[in-house]
């Protein structure tokens, strides 16, 4: 891990939640760093996105319950679809003239971007590199955001498949609610499993 390459004193976590993540995954970073005993921020970027509007997009997240918000994304990707005619994958990554598309890629990937945007402004503060995180398997299929999760100093992972990653998990001994988390990038509930859904779909055309 990066931390005990370079030593725990000069590596930082920065953990940046908003109004639609999963609180769970927020407890689980930081119980993470504490672990690790790293130095860690954790800092909403909530405000950041409602000076910019994207909260009167779609109504609260927090007022219904996951599996509620789940159900309606899934029910919009296939309206979606159905209307486009076509699977979605492709469409997320060379952009599309469907108003509802345009509007759900602009509400999630605007949170990478502020998110890598800070995530430069401490990598400066402090003089360190910025470490990304996406493995192969992610960088061959586009399963990234430009300019949010797609961009850093170093990309330690980048010639590692997502298998690969899991076992290199494992033989470092990482703990069970590390490894056993479904992969998110908590933007909104059920994004990543449709998301997911659109690239396994291809595959099996």
């Excluded at 789940?70 to 060379?94: F, Q, V």
Aim: aromatic fraction near 12%; charged fraction near 25%; hydrophobic fraction near 40%.
């Amino acid at each position: 891990m990066s931390s005990e390459a370079i030593g725990r004193d000069n590596a930082l976590a920065v953990i940046l939640p908003e109004r639609d993540s999963n609180s769970k995954n927020i407890k689980d970073a930081v119980r993470f760093a504490r672990e690790l005993k790293i130095r860690y921020i954790n800092k909403k970027i909530t405000l950041i996105l409602s000076l910019i509007g994207i909260y009167r997009m779609y109504l609260p997240s927090i007022l219904f319950k996951k599996s509620i918000v789940e159900r309606y994304i899934t029910k919009k990707r296939e309206s979606i679809s159905k209307s486009l005619g076509k699977n979605l994958y492709i469409p997320n990554l060379t952009g599309s003239s469907n108003k509802e598309l345009c509007k759900g890629l602009a509400y999630y990937r605007i949170k990478h971007r502020i998110r890598s945007a800070l995530l430069f402004y401490y990598v400066e503060l402090n003089n360190y590199l910025f470490v990304g995180c996406a493995n192969k398997s992610e960088w061959l299929t586009g399963f990234f955001v430009k300019y949010g999760d797609g961009i850093a100093d170093i990309m330690p992972l980048i010639s590692l498949y997502k298998t690969q990653v899991f076992a290199m998990a494992d033989y470092l001994k990482l703990p069970d609610y590390i490894i056993s988390k479904a992969p998110s990038p908590d933007l909104l509930p059920g994004i990543y499993k449709n998301l997911l859904l659109d690239l396994i779909s291809i595959k099996h055309k």
